[in-house]
């Protein structure tokens, strides 16, 4: 994984703030997840976007399984890192 810059402080008069930065989030498989497919667990416990938006993010490689491109066939395994 790519190792993010330091953030950067603005400051204004007596406060400080942080500029808006991209962070890169990382989990483990859940044994709950192993054999499934990615598309199909992202789908089904992460309500927060329609199924569709993950599919969309596994294909273009926001979302990756153990640094590479999911090839749209492979299950989860216990250790692959997402």
């Keep these: 994984?790519?190792?993010q810059p330091p953030p950067t402080y603005v400051?204004?008069?007596d406060r400080r703030?942080?500029?808006p930065y991209v962070y890169a989030y990382t989990?483990?498989?859940k044994g709950r997840w192993c054999g499934r497919k990615p598309d199909e667990v992202f789908g089904t416990?992460?309500?927060m976007n329609p199924p569709s938006y993950y599919e969309e993010a596994l294909r273009d490689?926001?979302?990756t399984v153990n640094?590479?491109?999911?090839?749209g066939q492979s299950t989860l395994r216990q250790?692959?890192?997402i």
């Design 1 to 3: 994984m790519a190792q």
């Design 11 to 13: 400051f204004t008069g």
């Design 17 to 19: 703030r942080i500029e």
């Design 27 to 29: 989990m483990h498989c």
């Design 45 to 47: 416990e992460f309500k």
């Design 61 to 63: 490689g926001r979302i």
């Design 67 to 71: 640094d590479a491109l999911w090839d």
């Design 79 to 81: 250790g692959d890192v």
